[in-house]
T-cell receptor
């Protein structure tokens, strides 16, 4: 069955430290992959997406993600976290259908310590 | 500025009452969607519409209804048949072609009185 897993419910990092949020999917082919960020009480904003080509994708706000086919993963990274990055992060996977039928992971809440 | 507007931001429903959540977009997007978000969970698709006067059920459509009479508008009605309506509801739109990114509104928090 097609599924998306974000193994970490909650992550805490210190400001200035590096960050990696994990995302794994289960699918027989290469899906379309997205990372979204959500501030409390707000909608989601797209950080980056991967469709094909270079497996290292650059996004907004200094984020990047790397697609690893062998691991069925699409982990989100940032070299130096800022306090304003505290939010909830969602990985979404489109199993080759319209984007609105993206399957979302359960999210990872990021807390940033001063 | 183009975007998606959801209203109201907070809504309370009484037992047995139907309530309607508004979603309007001025992005000229063909496709629109409604998602439900519960604490600690990801987004679950309720309904989506690819074109005016047409819509399809998502994964959790029971207890909900929608209409798409205009390209800009995609209201969601939470009916009395939805026994657990308390959630954060998000409307989104996309250009409508394959695998386009979603643009989200700022959401409506629905609670039961």
């Amino acid at each position: 069955a097609q599924s998306v897993t974000q193994p970490d419910i909650h992550i805490t990092v210190s400001e200035g430290a590096s960050l990696e949020l994990r995302c794994n999917y289960s699918y027989g082919a290469t899906p379309y992959l997205f990372w979204y960020v959500q501030s409390p009480g707000q909608g989601l904003q797209l950080l980056l997406k991967y469709f094909s080509g270079d497996t290292l994708v650059q996004g907004i706000k200094g984020f990047e993600a790397e697609f690893k086919r062998s691991q069925s993963s699409f982990n989100l990274r940032k070299p130096s976290v800022h306090w304003s990055d505290a939010a909830e992060y969602f990985c979404a996977v489109d199993f080759n259908t319209n984007a609105g039928k993206s399957t979302f992971g359960d999210g990872t809440t990021l807390t940033v310590k001063p | 500025d183009g975007g998606i507007t959801q209203s109201p931001k907070y809504l309370f429903r009484k037992e047995g009452q139907n309530v309607t959540l508004s979603c309007e977009q001025n992005l000229n997007h063909d496709a629109m969607y409604w998602y439900r978000q519960d604490p600690g969970q990801g987004l679950r698709l309720i309904y989506y519409s690819q074109i005016v006067n047409d819509f399809q059920k998502g994964d959790i459509a029971e207890g909900y209804s929608v209409s798409r009479e205009k390209k800009e508008s995609f209201p969601l009605t939470v009916t009395s048949a939805q026994k657990n309506p308390t959630a954060f509801y998000l409307c989104a739109s996309s250009i409508g072609t394959y695998n386009e990114k979603l643009f989200f509104g700022s959401g409506t928090q629905l609670s039961v009185l």
